[in-house]
């Protein structure tokens, strides 16, 4: 039974502050979100029964077992139970937010670099797997992008919910994008941390005075300090410092690092004491799985940012903007040509802020295609960087006392798979509970998807297919478009045409399918495989045929390919061998007669060899040498004018 007390009495009972740990103090600085909710009454559970992790599938009510359908979507509230709360939800309602202020600390890990003067830092920066964060870490963020995107974010399935699926970011993005770490022990925290335990830490490990410690954490009024602190404090230790110092300032370098990266919380200043103890053995600082904790702390803030109240979003945006940029190209990215296969996939891209406002992003988002999705934009980098197999793990990510569920079934087609409809998800543990997660985590190759689970591969990379009954679904249990109808800019007020329906069969909808396919073939150029080439020609045809992923479920399946091998014109309908054509003469320009690539196109011979001179008449007069060289200065003077 719940009790209900007035804001008066809440004074007196124990607290959450943002740092994350219980006080009893009488008064709290309140948040933004809080302020903005306007709630007069509280309601608060006794304190043995309190769930210290708010989830939609915790503790339900039998009531709360029938759930009506959502206006706009889903239909069937099965799986999406707490969307009546989501942002979308307010949206859809009329109800309009402001793109998130972003909290990214990009530019301030350019404020204490590792040069020669540091080396001995710079050494154990290295051996700790975290070093490719501070080169690859973007220093401008686009706030209508990722806004947009955090719309889309399901807490309950921790996908991103888009108008032909499901997508969301999985291990092998972050091992491809930052080239960290995503195996080892799960980092775990017994219990949150108090700000007594916190000066603690600080003394012990960075080797401050009491004082200092307990001013720090009462400034931040919370078991934090912050990242300028840091820097004032140990940015001018160097090698000729004693050994205790130089072991201080690489703890206080990690902690930087990772604050400013993988943990940015929402106080954008300040950084948890409680990472401290990650790093009170340097020697060990490795072996942690620094991957698949950045990817429990980003799926959190994004869950966080889904309520309408909530006006920031934090996490390691980097890592959010790369993925959008690998798997969107054709609508948000800007290549950097120099890049090479061997540095993390965030270096390939130039971050740049999108000029458009937040409501055309969306109603970008809303009329994506399947076809528009870069599904392995992985396939050259696996010669430097190989698909880990911890990537098919089944189960929960944690880091510390944030607990977040990981489904790869859910997106198949970002593997190479046909995408079939995915089991119910499942919520985690209540964090005291989770102490049995990093078992299960050590133990990840007895709980990774079966074959049978993962299903049939896809006939060519990079196709994204799914079964005929997968939309069917999907359209029921989502919420497949954000902009209402009534607020488009210039879009059809009906709702449910303006997306592309999977049952679509006219021949505006397969042309656009086609032509976006064809489109992103001619500009990948000649870095593209050969399998990818044909195979996406392959697709185009069968598209302007009728045959496309609808017949995906009819198909017989086909195992994998065991290697890149370019098909044979007898297996490829849209086959037909190169033409090579001379460009004409100069001086005759007739309408193209062949419509074969550029890159086809046979340069003319060389200029040395010239056409044989007609013979010489003997009956002709012979130019003396003064003949000709008036003739030679009067061409010469012309050229001149």
């Not at 966080?304 to 979003?313: D, I, P």
Request: include cysteine; proline fraction near 10%.
């Amino acid at each position: 039974m719940k009790r209900v007390y007035p804001d008066f009495m809440m004074s007196d009972m124990p607290q959450r502050t943002r740092g994350g740990y219980t006080s009893t103090a009488p008064r709290r600085r309140p948040t933004g979100s809080e302020r903005r909710r306007r709630v007069q009454l509280r309601e608060v559970e006794p304190v043995g029964d309190r769930d210290p992790v708010e989830h939609p599938q915790h503790d339900r009510d039998e009531t709360e077992e029938v759930l009506e359908g959502a206006p706009g979507g889903p239909i069937d509230r099965c799986i999406l139970r707490s969307f009546h709360k989501h942002v979308a939800a307010k949206i859809w309602l009329g109800e309009d937010r402001a793109p998130l202020k972003l909290v990214n600390h990009g530019a301030k890990l350019q404020l204490w670099v590792l040069d020669a003067e540091r080396s001995r830092i710079s050494e154990t920066v290295q051996r700790s797997g975290l070093a490719p964060l501070i080169s690859c870490s973007h220093r401008v963020a686009s706030r209508p992008m990722l806004s947009a995107f955090c719309e889309r974010w399901q807490p309950e399935t921790t996908t991103f919910h888009l108008p032909f699926g499901e997508m969301t970011i999985t291990l092998d993005d972050v091992a491809s994008i930052l080239h960290i770490p995503i195996t080892g022990s799960m980092i775990s925290f017994s219990q949150p941390l108090r700000v007594d335990d916190a000066n603690a830490l600080l003394v012990e490990l960075l080797g401050t005075t009491d004082v200092e410690a307990s001013r720090e954490t009462e400034q931040c009024r919370s078991p934090s300090v912050r990242l300028l602190w840091l820097r004032q404090n140990f940015l001018t230790i160097t090698d000729v410092s004693s050994d205790d110092d130089i072991e201080f300032a690489t703890r206080a370098f990690l902690l930087h690092l990772v604050g400013c990266t993988l943990f940015a919380d929402k106080s954008a200043t300040s950084v948890g004491v409680v990472y401290l103890e990650l790093f009170r053995d340097l020697s060990m600082v490795g072996r942690h799985a620094w991957g698949a904790a950045c990817l429990a702390f980003l799926y959190r803030q994004l869950t966080t940012a889904t309520r309408f109240e909530v006006r920031q979003l934090g996490g390691y945006l980097t890592l959010l903007q790369a993925w959008i940029y690998e798997h969107f190209p054709e609508m948000f990215s800007s290549p950097d040509l120099s890049y090479i296969e061997s540095l993390p996939r965030a270096l390939r891209w130039r971050p740049h802020v999108i000029p458009n406002s937040l409501q055309s992003v969306r109603e970008r988002l809303d009329r994506l295609q399947s076809s528009d999705v870069c599904w392995e934009p992985y396939v050259d980098h696996r010669v430097e960087h190989p698909f880990p197999d911890i990537a098919w793990f089944s189960g929960c990510i944690k880091c510390g006392l944030v607990v977040e569920p990981y489904h790869p079934e859910r997106v198949l087609r970002q593997f190479g798979y046909i995408q079939t409809i995915p089991p119910r998800p499942f919520a985690p543990p209540r964090p005291e509970r989770s102490i049995l997660l990093d078992q299960y985590w050590e133990r990840w190759t007895d709980h990774v998807l079966t074959d049978q689970s993962r299903g049939r591969r896809c006939q060519y990379s990079g196709s994204g297919k799914s079964v005929a009954e997968y939309m069917a679904w999907y359209d029921r249990i989502s919420h497949r478009i954000v902009q209402p109808p009534h607020l488009r800019s210039g879009f059809t007020t009906d709702a449910r045409s303006s997306l592309p329906s999977h049952t679509a069969s006219t021949s505006d909808s397969r042309n656009a399918r086609a032509l976006t396919l064809l489109r992103r073939v001619i500009s990948g150029g000649r870095q593209q495989s050969g399998d990818y080439f044909w195979g996406a020609l392959n697709e185009a045809h069968s598209i302007l045929a009728g045959s496309d992923e609808t017949s995906a479920s009819h198909s017989t399946p086909s195992p994998a390919p065991a290697s890149h091998s370019t098909p044979s014109p007898a297996t490829c309908p849209f086959f037909r061998p190169p033409t090579f054509v001379y460009p004409p003469p100069a001086s005759v320009n007739p309408p193209p007669a062949s419509y074969d690539p550029p890159s086809l196109i046979v340069p003319p011979p060389p200029a040395s060899v010239a056409p044989p001179a007609p013979a010489a008449d003997p009956s002709a007069p012979t130019p003396d040498s003064t003949t000709c060289t008036a003739v030679y200065v009067r061409s010469k003077r012309k050229k001149k004018t």
